[in-house]
């Protein structure tokens, strides 16, 4: 029987989701979503561009779903979200290891600025900050380098993304403010509800 072919998305995220030099993709997340749709018979056609583009492409209905994605009212009212796919630990960090703050509250009246990835959801306290305490960077590498520069006071960095990105770049100067440690809840997106319901059984069979 053939399989059916699944065109599936994510953003770069290494150690989760990565194109590999040879050209391969690689990475936990990616391992995990070939094998749930191989499960259902699927085979996976992937595609990893920044998220602006990825969601661009389900929004066009190039991808049949995406991975790795939290969710918000204004997305659920878009797509049809997964069961739980992942917790991904997620830390708020430092270049400056004398920095103490235990509030996102903290940031306005202290003038700090906090460094988000375009495009990301990372909850009310910090996506509901004033603008001028936010600088928006295009991706991971871009934020950690920003970061280790001094550009911005913090930034918010998923903890596997951080430690391997840390050790690519050689960049020790990272530290992380445990007080504003999260966890975010990671989903499978699609458009046809059917196909949701179908990966929704095969994950709560894992």
């Known amino acids: 029987m053939e399989k059916r072919i699944v065109k599936v998305g994510a953003d770069p ?15 936990s997340d990616y391992d995990s979503v070939v094998k749930l749709f191989a499960a259902m018979g699927c085979e996976v056609q992937l595609t990893i561009k920044e998220w602006s583009e990825i969601q661009g492409m389900v929004d066009r209905r190039e991808l049949d779903a995406a991975f790795q994605v939290q969710e918000t009212p204004e997305r659920a009212k878009k797509y049809k979200f997964s069961a739980l796919f992942r917790n991904a630990e997620t830390q708020v960090v430092t270049s400056n ?4 703050i235990d509030s996102f509250l903290q940031i306005p009246p202290q003038n700090l600025t906090i460094g988000l990835i375009q495009g990301y959801v ?5 996506d509901g900050l004033p603008a001028d305490n936010k600088k928006l960077y295009s991706g991971t590498r871009a934020l950690l380098t920003g970061i280790s520069r001094g550009e911005v006071d913090v930034g918010v960095f998923d903890k596997g993304v951080k430690e391997y990105l840390m050790q690519e770049a050689g960049i020790d100067n990272i530290y992380a403010i445990d007080a504003l440690t999260f966890v975010r809840p990671l989903h499978v997106i699609f458009h046809d509800a ?3 319901d179908e990966f929704d059984q095969v994950l709560a069979r894992q």
Request: negative net charge; charged residues 25%; aromatic residues 12%.
């Open 97 to 100: 290891p004398q920095l103490r």
């Open 122 to 126: 990372n909850g009310d306290e910090i």
């Open 194 to 196: 059917a196909l949701r």
């Open 13 to 27: 995220f290494p150690p989760y989701q990565y194109i590999k030099e040879d050209g391969t993709p690689a990475g």
